[in-house]
């Protein structure tokens, strides 16, 4: 008798937990919404702040300023129009930008040996599609 109780409860409990952490209450009706989590900026001030107690190790190093000028700063991919074939035809597209890993950091390295170059770089294509290439394959189609 008590355990079917505590199984009923324990039922209940996991029903109302899966409905409640179901992702369908967590996605937004928006579609253009370029809001990140990273953009927020919390007043020092805020009562609600977390502590740097409280983050624990989610505290990164500060990224470098991408504005800042290095070696890197100039990259001979950017902007560059290629074609490249794309299922079974050849489509024109232009590169916008490097691909950035999960940690924030570009993905790959330069260097001046375009096969030996592992930077991966965002195409977008007319119809507005974008697709991950890397360096060498960009080079061969420039």
């Given at each position: 008798m008590r355990d079917d109780i505590l199984k009923?409860?324990?039922?209940?409990?996991?029903?109302?937990?899966?409905?409640?952490?179901n992702d369908g209450n967590f996605q937004s009706e928006e579609t253009d919404v370029d809001f990140y989590l990273e953009d927020v900026e919390i007043a020092e001030d805020?009562?609600?702040a977390p502590t740097d107690?409280?983050?624990g190790d989610m505290i990164q190093e500060e990224k470098k300023n991408v504005d800042e000028f290095d070696n890197d700063a100039y990259d001979r991919y950017l902007g560059?129009?290629?074609?490249?074939?794309?299922?079974?035809?050849?489509?024109?597209?232009?590169?916008?930008?490097?691909a950035r890993g999960n940690d924030g950091e570009f993905i790959g390295r330069s260097h001046n040996n375009p096969l030996m170059d592992s930077?991966?770089?965002?195409?977008?294509?007319p119809d507005g599609d974008?697709?991950?290439y890397a360096a060498n394959v960009i080079a061969e189609n420039l």
């Open positions: 009923k409860r324990i039922d209940e409990f996991e029903e109302t937990l899966e409905e409640r952490l805020d009562p609600n107690e409280e983050y560059a129009e290629l074609s490249i074939n794309r299922g079974d035809s050849e489509i024109r597209g232009r590169v916008v930008k490097q930077r991966e770089y965002w195409i977008e294509f974008e697709e991950k």
